[in-house]
């Protein structure tokens, strides 16, 4: 259910299940007497007759205090993630994805392993390493996260996408309670100035940075560009952000 007004949208069923799961500090920091609040929790369907502005201060509240994680996974190397502002990072640097691929070339190409014995070995790797990195991404982050998987929509890279659901799973198995996982199409989001909005592949350098060709921003990385531009777009995405129906 979505309540409307002149600025735009709220989904009356997000906020339901995030009252329900506040924590007594949040009780404090929300704008709406302490009472009041502690009766929408115990019973959260109140919510579907409270004051509107008792609505709007949870909303905000809790998309205030939600981290938006993006992450843009490659090949060669594995992983980049990234806050919107690109205060905090994360990179994979160790270059094993390319070695596990390179092995499982070779496992087929010299018919070492039976295909199948092969590919389960490839999994086997894969998953080793990307529970690796998503465990060390997930502590680093303590508050209530939203981590954001950009995909692309039907990506023929079979590789990529067995690493993408590899991810997606192992994620799942890894978040906190109160975390989230949302996928969000991920198209040029590599080539995106994230401050002006220009959008040009010539912003991409051969260095793998990332230089506007409109304006003055620019990164030493373009895969950390692409990680923040994801988790923008799911934040300006958002159930809790105003917009247009």
């Known amino acids: 259910m979505r309540v409307i007004n002149g600025y735009g949208y709220i989904d009356i069923d997000e906020i339901i299940d995030k009252v329900s799961h506040l924590k007594r500090e949040d009780i404090r920091n929300i704008n709406i007497p302490n009472s009041t609040l ?83 070995k490839l999994k086997t790797s894969l998953t080793n390493h990307i529970s690796k990195n998503i465990k060390d991404i997930v502590k680093r982050n303590q508050t209530k996260t939203v981590y954001v998987l950009g995909e692309v929509p039907n990506y023929r890279n079979s590789i990529i996408s067995l690493i993408f659901d590899l991810t997606y799973n192992v994620l799942q198995r890894k978040i906190k309670q109160e975390d989230e996982i949302i996928l969000i199409n991920e198209s040029h989001t590599s080539i995106l100035c994230p401050e002006c909005g220009y959008k040009d592949k010539k912003n991409r350098t051969k260095s793998n940075g990332f230089q506007c060709k409109n304006c003055e921003f620019q990164h030493d990385n373009n895969d950390i560009v692409a990680a923040s531009n994801i988790a923008n777009r799911a934040y300006k995405k958002g159930d809790f952000k105003y917009g247009e129906i």
């Not at 998309?63 to 690109?86: E, L, P, V």
């Open 38 to 120: 502690y009766g929408y929790k115990r019973d959260p369907n109140k919510l579907f007759n409270a004051k509107f502005n008792h609505i709007i201060a949870i909303a905000q509240y809790i998309q205030q205090n939600t981290i938006y994680i993006g992450m843009d996974i490659g090949g060669k190397n594995y992983i980049a993630t990234s806050t919107i502002d690109r205060s905090k990072t994360y990179i994979d640097k160790s270059k094993e994805i390319e070695h596990i691929l390179k092995k499982y070339d070779n496992r087929i190409n010299h018919k070492k392993y039976d295909d199948i014995v092969a590919y389960s």
